[in-house]
């Protein structure tokens, strides 16, 4: 059951992010970062395609990727289309690792110490899935502001 809500959360959050990195006008505006703005759209985009690929694919999955968590908010001008890219290997990588997880998988602890300690898989997904519509929310507004 768990596992349905998360893919749907998931599929739904990934597509949203690939819309708002599409819906700027210029592949600039994504690298723009006003007075009073941290992060650019691409450096969110670039971490939360990084911290999922991290948590859910290298740790849960054990796929090999390795994160670069640095790059994620140091990079510039990556081209959009890589950015898209991106958040298309991570819906893969979502999709392929949480669909094979049983209930069992979830009820488990996560396998890293993550945030204030431990907690179940199926905990941390969810946080994870917060996490990501923060940043998309982030993103939506950076981009409103910067057009």
């Known amino acids: 059951m768990l596992t349905n809500i998360l893919i749907n959360l998931f599929e ?3 597509g949203k992010l690939e819309d708002e990195i599409s819906a700027y006008e210029t592949a600039e505006g994504i690298w ?3 007075a009073g703005i941290k992060n650019s759209a691409g450096n969110l985009c670039l ?3 990084g911290n999922l690929q991290h948590f859910v694919g290298a740790v849960l999955g054990h796929n090999g990727y ?3 968590r640095e790059l994620e908010f140091s990079a510039k001008d990556v081209p959009r289309e890589e950015l898209l890219q991106q958040i298309g290997i991570t819906r893969r990588v979502l ?3 949480i669909v094979g997880l049983t209930p069992e998988d979830l009820e ?3 396998p890293e110490k993550v945030l204030s300690g431990e907690m179940s898989t199926g905990h941390f997904l ?3 899935s917060t996490h990501l519509n923060y940043h998309l929310g982030q993103i939506n507004y950076h ?5």
């Open 12 to 14: 739904r959050d990934m």
């Open 108 to 110: 488990k602890m996560y």
């Open 32 to 34: 723009r970062v006003p």
């Open 95 to 97: 999709l392929t690792v």
């Open 66 to 68: 390795v994160r670069n």
């Open 126 to 128: 969810v946080h994870l």
């Open 47 to 49: 971490h939360l395609c």
């Open 143 to 147: 981009r409103r502001l910067t057009q």
